[in-house]
């Protein structure tokens, strides 16, 4: 086995396709859960637009949901100790389900 193909330490190699690795736009999350996983819905909201489309969904076992949340609390602490605060727009208190960028009341999906 040559040298390139050696996977040190037994580190995971992820790829993506070029299409993936485009990325899709989404400024807004629904996120809901059963007993057995965490679901959420990213979509697009544009103003004087009826409907926001959902880009992409992912679909994760609770485990991997906590590991994605502390994840992305270590990756803001990160980024605000680099650039500082990141500060949002409208302080509203969280209903825990969604993440709207626009404060238009919540759809049904």
Same mark, same amino acid.
């Given at each position: ?6 996977? @040190?330490?037994?580190? +995971? &190699?992820?790829?993506?396709? &070029?299409? =993936?690795? *485009?990325?899709? #736009? ?12 965490? =679901?959420?819905? %990213? ?9 926001? @489309? ?5 679909? $994760? ?6 590991? $994605?949340?502390?994840? +992305? *609390?270590?990756?803001?602490?990160? #980024?605000? &100790? *680099? %650039?500082?605060? =990141? &500060? ?12 709207? @960028?626009? /404060? =238009? @009341? *919540? /759809?049904?999906?």
């Amino acid at each position: 086995m040559d040298s390139a193909n050696k996977n @040190p330490g037994n580190q +995971l &190699q992820i790829e993506i396709t &070029q299409e =993936i690795a *485009q990325g899709c #736009y989404a400024n807004l999350a629904i996120i809901s859960h059963s007993h057995a996983e965490f =679901i959420v819905d %990213f979509a697009r909201m544009l103003p004087g637009m009826p409907k926001a @489309p959902v880009v992409s969904r992912i679909v $994760l076992a609770p485990e991997h949901a906590k590991r $994605l949340l502390n994840a +992305l *609390q270590e990756n803001v602490r990160n #980024y605000e &100790q *680099q %650039f500082g605060r =990141i &500060q949002l727009i409208e302080e509203t208190p969280p209903t825990g389900s969604t993440a709207n @960028p626009f /404060g =238009i @009341p *919540q /759809g049904n999906a």
